[in-house]
Every structure is written in structure tokens, then in C-alpha cells.
């Protein structure tokens, strides 16, 4: 089966950390350019971060620069996404995403053909 599903989400407070954790399966395992993206209530869809295949380039929108760190485990099939010093900013749905077309790395694209469902993570403050 060709899935997406993150993990890792959840309710801490201000200044906590989280780790999500996206892994592919099916025709969506291996290499491919990854990214997170997020979405609040009543707000768009917005990048946070991608990595690149098999560059492992990295980029980061302004918002988490300094406090999020993405990375993958090809072994795994799994995208990580570190996130310190977490806001009350921070809070929404985090969605993984894969981007076969090498096109619009850094942001919210059509480029962006597959997507799991999502994980929830609420920062209180």
C-alpha cells in the first residue's frame, strides 16, 4: 500500500520539544525529496522544512530556522523532524509530503504529489 503516516505529535507546553516521525510505505518508501509542512486553524498551508534526495540539502522556512531540524533514515524509509523550543505559534497539524518532480523545494507547491494525513501538535502556553 502507497502511504504516508506521520507519528509523534501531541499536547506539551511552551519551551517543550517534539519529534515527528513520517514513514513511507509502498511506492512512497525510498528516495524521494521530503518535506513537513503545517497547517493551523483557519490558516493556509504553509512549508516548515524539506530535505533533499540524495543532496540531503536541507531548507527551512523562517519561522522554525534555528529551532526545528529535519533529517531521514533511507534505511528506514522514515523522515524525522526534530522541533525545540517549541511556541504556542507552533501549534497545528503537521502534514509529511513527498516531492517527485525536483521542483519548488521550499514551498507549498503542486510539486507536492503525495501527502499523509497528519499529526496533531498543540503548544500551550
Known amino acids: 500500500q502507497d502511504r504516508l503516516v506521520e507519528s509523534g505529535g501531541g499536547s506539551v507546553q511552551a519551551g517543550a520539544s517534539l519529534r515527528l516521525s513520517c514513514t513511507g510505505s509502498g511506492r512512497l518508501a525510498g528516495s524521494n525529496n521530503m518535506g513537513w509542512f503545517r497547517q493551523a486553524p483557519g490558516k493556509a498551508r504553509e512549508f516548515v522544512a524539506s530535505?533533499?534526495?540524495?543532496?540531503?540539502?536541507?531548507y527551512y522556512s523562517d519561522s522554525v530556522e534555528g529551532r526545528f531540524t529535519i533529517s531521514r533514515d533511507d534505511a528506514k524509509n522514515t523522515v524525522y523532524l526534530q522541533m525545540n523550543s517549541l511556541t504556542p505559534e507552533d501549534t497545528a497539524v503537521y502534514f509529511c509530503?513527498?516531492?517527485?518532480?525536483?521542483?519548488?523545494?521550499?514551498?507549498?507547491?503542486?510539486?507536492?504529489?503525495?501527502w499523509g494525513q497528519g499529526t496533531q501538535v498543540t503548544v500551550s502556553s
Open positions: 509530503s513527498i516531492n517527485s518532480r525536483g521542483r519548488d523545494l521550499n514551498t507549498v507547491s503542486p510539486s507536492w504529489q503525495y
Open positions: 530535505i533533499i534526495w540524495p543532496s540531503l540539502i536541507t
